[in-house]
Every structure is written in C-alpha cells, then in structure tokens.
C-alpha cells in the first residue's frame, strides 16, 4: 500500500508561485498515474491534473493550464506541482492520489496541504 505527504503549502501574495511537492512510501509509484486535487473551504473536491507514468503527459483543468504545471521524479518517489501567477481563487487543500489499479481510479491520498492566496 502506497502513503502519499504532500508538503511545501503556505500563505502568498496573488501573483507568488509555490511549488508542492508528494512524497510517496511504501512502494514505488512509477509504475502509477499520478493526479492533484484540490478542495476550498466549503466545496467539492475538484481535479487539478494528472501526470502519466513516465511523466511525458500531463493533463490540466482550465482554470490552471498555462499555471500550474506537474512533474514527477521517479527516482526520488516525488511528483510535484509548481503553481505560478497564484490567484486568490486557488486558495484551498491541495491533495495528491495515485492510481494504483487503474489508469484515472484514484485510490490512494495524501493528507493534503494548505495554500493560501492573499489579495
């Protein structure tokens, strides 16, 4: 069984970037498709994007394309998500899972970290 922690949250300013990072044990995730969500304070849980094994494709939701951007570190067991030009509206948890039986089936979390955007 996979354990996911997320670490690398704050508080910025509109505008700052923050990189979080994923931080997998347990057993290697290389071999897994990899997503972000991310949850504000009273909403759904929303997708942010996934990363394939390899990391050679990615996939983003509107709101984030052309900001944020995935990466995975296999060797080191670590996906990651750089979010630039941060906005207030991507305030909220962000959580990472790993699909570990199938492609887009989401089964494994993290605890999730906080990002704030300040205005």
């Known amino acids: 069984q996979v354990q996911l922690v997320e670490s690398g949250g704050g508080l910025v300013q509109t505008g700052d970037s923050l990189r979080l990072s994923c931080a997998a044990s347990?057993?290697?995730?290389?071999?897994?498709?990899m997503a972000w969500f991310r949850q504000a304070q009273g909403k759904e849980r929303e997708f942010v994007g996934w990363?394939?094994?390899?990391?050679?494709?990615?996939y983003y939701v509107k709101a984030v394309r052309g900001r944020f951007t995935i990466s995975r570190d296999n060797a080191k067991n670590t996906i990651y998500l750089q979010m630039d030009s941060l906005k207030p509206e991507d305030t909220a948890v962000y959580y990472c899972?790993?699909?570990?039986?199938?492609?887009?089936?989401?089964?494994?979390w993290g605890q999730g970290t906080q990002v704030t955007v300040s205005s």
């Open positions: 347990g057993r290697t995730i290389s071999s897994y498709y």
């Open positions: 899972a790993a699909a570990t039986r199938s492609p887009g089936s989401y089964d494994a």
């Open positions: 990363i394939s094994e390899s990391g050679d494709r990615t």
